[in-house]
């Protein structure tokens, strides 16, 4: 089926689901155009520290972009108040695929007709979780890294997504300080993130092999690169618990890759120790 693209993207707004780690990001980098951006998530904490995160970093996106300006977060618990009148939604719940096919069949049902629908998956083709939409030619992937630190972001088509949509989204995206890159087919881990999953895999590895610390590769790390963080350090970032369930799907599709990585992260997970969100991760973040 053919889709009609959506108009008024200026004055429609953006919604969000999931006020995590990177939801809360996605809706820094889409409220800097003075638009309106709707976060959902059922926890009351969760959606207040997501707007306090945008509004308390919003100014300084806002200066490295043409015609930037303070948009409006609204925060909502529900998805059928979130969604109707948004010309793109945005999805960025846990890695946990039963829960984004029911929720993107959900969406089919609910959202305008011209709206597009798409999964913030860092593991997840859009293809797998289409099996209750009725409409997947209006289903995609953008996946965001850590913006605005990390401002790529990979865009990939369902396997039903109309041809016009992903050039739409690259061009719209790079109005708000996004650079959207095109997966040519489909592939598991998009474009960066392959090459990142395994930089990431070796390093767990070599901890867990008793090779060397996180504190050393990340010191290793910055001072090849020059770069101000190190995997460690982004894996906090991104929290350890999200981090299994990434590294999780690689391992369900790719058998014989090492487990040791699963090993190590549960025993930071068992203690607690998630990264930055728990307060302390491969690092301690409690004197922040």
């Given at each position: 089926m053919s889709f009609t693209m959506p108009t008024n993207t200026e004055s429609r707004p953006v919604t969000v689901i999931g006020g995590g780690t990177l939801g809360r990001k996605i809706a820094l980098m889409m409220a800097n155009r003075g638009g309106v951006v709707r976060i959902v998530d059922k926890i009351p904490q969760v959606r207040?520290?997501?707007?306090t995160y945008v509004e308390e970093n919003l100014a300084s996106v806002i200066e490295t972009i043409d015609d930037g300006s303070v948009g409006t977060i609204e925060l909502y618990d529900d998805i059928a108040d979130?969604?109707?009148?948004?010309?793109?939604?945005?999805?960025?719940?846990?890695?946990?695929?039963?829960?984004?096919?029911?929720?993107?069949?959900?969406?089919?049902?609910?959202?305008?007709?011209d709206?597009?629908?798409?999964t913030n998956s860092s593991s997840y083709a859009s293809e797998e979780i289409i099996g209750q939409v009725q409409r997947p030619e209006r289903v995609c992937n953008v996946h965001f890294?850590?913006?605005?630190?990390?401002?790529?972001?990979?865009?990939?088509?369902?396997?039903?997504?109309d041809e016009a949509i992903l050039p739409f989204l690259k061009e719209e995206l790079a109005k708000h300080g996004v650079f959207g890159f095109i997966a040519a087919?489909?592939?598991t881990g998009f474009i960066f993130n392959r090459i990142w999953a395994a930089i990431k895999r070796e390093c767990l590895s070599v901890v867990a092999d008793g090779v060397s610390t996180p504190q050393?590769?990340?010191?290793?790390?910055?001072i090849n690169f020059g770069m101000d963080w190190g995997p460690f350090q982004l894996m906090d970032k991104v929290g350890?618990?999200?981090?299994?369930?990434i590294e999780l799907h690689y391992m369900d599709e790719r058998p014989g890759l090492p487990t040791n990585t699963i090993e190590l992260l549960d025993g930071y997970i068992e203690r607690g120790e998630l990264g930055r969100k728990s307060g302390k991760g491969?690092?301690?973040y409690s004197q922040e």
């Amino acid at each position: 089926m053919s889709f009609t693209m959506p108009t008024n993207t200026e004055s429609r707004p953006v919604t969000v689901i999931g006020g995590g780690t990177l939801g809360r990001k996605i809706a820094l980098m889409m409220a800097n155009r003075g638009g309106v951006v709707r976060i959902v998530d059922k926890i009351p904490q969760v959606r207040q520290d997501a707007k306090t995160y945008v509004e308390e970093n919003l100014a300084s996106v806002i200066e490295t972009i043409d015609d930037g300006s303070v948009g409006t977060i609204e925060l909502y618990d529900d998805i059928a108040d979130a969604v109707p009148g948004a010309w793109l939604v945005v999805e960025a719940v846990p890695e946990k695929k039963d829960l984004k096919i029911s929720l993107f069949g959900e969406l089919d049902k609910i959202a305008d007709d011209d709206a597009i629908l798409a999964t913030n998956s860092s593991s997840y083709a859009s293809e797998e979780i289409i099996g209750q939409v009725q409409r997947p030619e209006r289903v995609c992937n953008v996946h965001f890294y850590q913006p605005p630190e990390l401002p790529a972001a990979d865009l990939m088509s369902s396997g039903h997504t109309d041809e016009a949509i992903l050039p739409f989204l690259k061009e719209e995206l790079a109005k708000h300080g996004v650079f959207g890159f095109i997966a040519a087919k489909k592939s598991t881990g998009f474009i960066f993130n392959r090459i990142w999953a395994a930089i990431k895999r070796e390093c767990l590895s070599v901890v867990a092999d008793g090779v060397s610390t996180p504190q050393d590769i990340d010191q290793m790390w910055m001072i090849n690169f020059g770069m101000d963080w190190g995997p460690f350090q982004l894996m906090d970032k991104v929290g350890l618990d999200v981090v299994r369930d990434i590294e999780l799907h690689y391992m369900d599709e790719r058998p014989g890759l090492p487990t040791n990585t699963i090993e190590l992260l549960d025993g930071y997970i068992e203690r607690g120790e998630l990264g930055r969100k728990s307060g302390k991760g491969f690092y301690d973040y409690s004197q922040e």
